[in-house]
């Protein structure tokens, strides 16, 4: 499978900005995307990047793609308490998605 | 708006025991997965399909069976429980459209004891 790669654990305070990042593999991947997951629950899609893009903003959350570095982040402005989850990055690669492990992201009232 | 539906949420099986993971999906998706979460891990992609009659093995097929009769459907089967298939199963479904966003069911917690 593909190898994607982030850091466990980031610990913020509210109100702060959380930078989450993400190592993958494959150049040849389409789209790259954060998923979120609550406890108990699935995973559900944040933001996703098309390739040939370098950065996306969506309200809060703003997507950046180094495609030389194959690094991807996602930048969470103004952290809430109810933005503590797990964090995944993914690819897709010819219509499968392979994952990161998660980063773990508490935020500290 | 049901999505992806997964059934059981939790089931808790004996050493050798046999079950089916039942998903379905209302979108009309194509594609659908099977995936894995070991506690500290990402998703492992189990079997994927690409349509009605097609499946393929993913990164860790062994242990475990597939079908896809109808678009609807995906079930996974253990035919042989072991304590390494004690997991939380998921399973997510896509269309090839614009960011081919998958969507994901509740997940199943399983336990072999």
């Known amino acids: 499978g593909e190898d994607v790669e982030q850091s466990l654990f980031l610990s913020v305070r509210e109100g702060d900005s959380s930078v989450i990042n993400c190592t993958y593999t494959d150049s040849s991947s389409t789209y790259l995307y954060w998923y979120k997951q609550e406890p108990g629950a699935g995973l559900q899609l944040l933001t996703y990047?098309?390739?040939?893009?370098d950065m996306k903003q969506d309200q809060r959350l703003t997507v950046l793609l180094n495609k030389k570095d194959k690094h991807l982040s996602l930048r969470i402005a103004d952290t809430q308490t109810g933005d503590s989850a797990i964090y995944f990055c993914a690819e897709n690669n010819f219509n499968k998605f392979y994952f990161g492990s998660g980063t773990k992201l508490n935020v500290k009232p | 708006n049901a999505g992806v539906t997964q059934t059981p949420k939790f089931r808790i099986l004996k050493i050798g025991q046999s079950m089916t993971l039942q998903c379905t999906q209302d979108m009309n998706h194509n594609y659908m997965y099977w995936y894995r979460q070991d506690p500290g891990m990402g998703l492992k992609l189990i079997y994927y399909s690409v349509g009605a009659g097609i499946t393929d093995k993913g990164e860790v097929p062994n242990g475990y069976n597939v079908s896809r009769s109808t678009t609807e459907d995906f079930p996974l089967r253990l035919e042989l429980a072991a304590p390494s298939q004690t997991s939380v199963y998921f399973c997510a479904s896509s269309s090839p459209s614009l960011g081919q966003e998958a969507f994901f069911g509740q997940g199943t917690r399983l336990t072999v004891v």
């Open positions: 990047i098309f390739s040939n893009m």
